[in-house]
């Protein structure tokens, strides 16, 4: 994901001369500063000197080390922290960066690798607009940017848009495999599916989101579309994807509690 922010920064605008990168191996240093043109720094303090906008795009274990290792020089500069650390709650991002440092939580989706993810964000109430603005400017060259009123949110959101790719993947390898049973080239019910998809996420996002009035436009009456959704509702495909994106929610609640264990294990004493 850092790679992907990296890239995405620099598609949009910014200079190569603007960003720094710390990264502890060698070999994946060269590799960003060669494919970028961007300085890369096995120190950390070195790669955050001067940052205004500080992004944390690490393991969730490393994230309270890496923040501790960096309160000193955030409570000098006043650096706005931003964190891709899954799971990782704000109080323990806040407690490693120390007092007075804005900190906001972002889930970005892995369709971010190519420009078109969402990213959901999250900041406590004194994040002024000002600082909203640098969030959404930075993590908008992955894609789109929405807020949300609470940190629990924000696993709903891992549930809906994090996960959420694979959702359409399955069902995607899903259809693939039924045409090719009902006589299809498997490469050729490969292709339709992939298209499929392509295209329809075109269609939903130039229509205002309004998915329901695209699924009607498709589905003609008595037609071939409502013979097939009839199909899937019978089967209970509604509650079934409510109960997916219950589970994924939980589990993500799950592994935020895991996190800040291990976050208050490493957080010095």
Not at 27 to 34: G, H, I, K, T, W
Not at 37 to 50: E, I, K, L, P
Not at 98 to 119: C, D, E, K, S
């Amino acid at each position: 994901m850092g790679r992907a922010l990296v890239g995405g920064l620099l598609r949009s605008g910014t200079r190569p001369e603007q960003l720094n990168v710390g990264e502890s191996s060698a070999a994946a240093r060269e590799l960003v500063a060669r494919d970028f043109g961007v300085s890369a720094f096995a120190d950390n303090t070195q790669a955050a000197a001067g940052a205004a906008v500080a992004v944390l795009a690490v393991k969730p274990q490393d994230a309270v080390t890496t923040l501790t290792g960096l309160a000193a020089l955030f409570a000098r500069q006043r650096s706005l922290v931003v964190s891709v650390a899954a799971g990782v709650r704000l109080a323990a991002l806040e407690a490693a960066c120390g007092p007075g440092i804005p900190v906001v939580r972002a889930m970005p989706n892995r369709p971010a690798l190519v420009g078109a993810g969402i990213t959901g964000l999250y900041g406590a109430s004194d994040i002024s607009p000002a600082q909203r603005a640098s969030v959404e400017r930075v993590l908008g060259a992955l894609g789109e940017t929405v807020w949300v009123a609470t940190e629990e949110a924000l696993d709903v959101v891992t549930a809906l848009s994090g996960s959420g790719p694979a959702y359409f993947f399955l069902l995607a390898e899903l259809m693939a495999e039924a045409g090719e049973q009902l006589g299809l080239p498997e490469g050729t019910a490969r292709r339709l599916a992939s298209a499929t998809l392509y295209g329809s996420g075109l269609l939903a996002q130039g229509a205002d989101c309004d998915l329901r009035r695209l699924r009607s436009e498709v589905t003609s009456a008595g037609g071939t579309t409502e013979a097939a959704l009839r199909v899937l509702e019978s089967a209970g495909l509604r509650a079934t994807v409510a109960q997916a994106l219950s589970a994924a929610t939980q589990r993500s609640r799950e592994l935020a509690a895991t996190a800040a264990i291990t976050a208050t294990a490493a957080r010095p004493s």
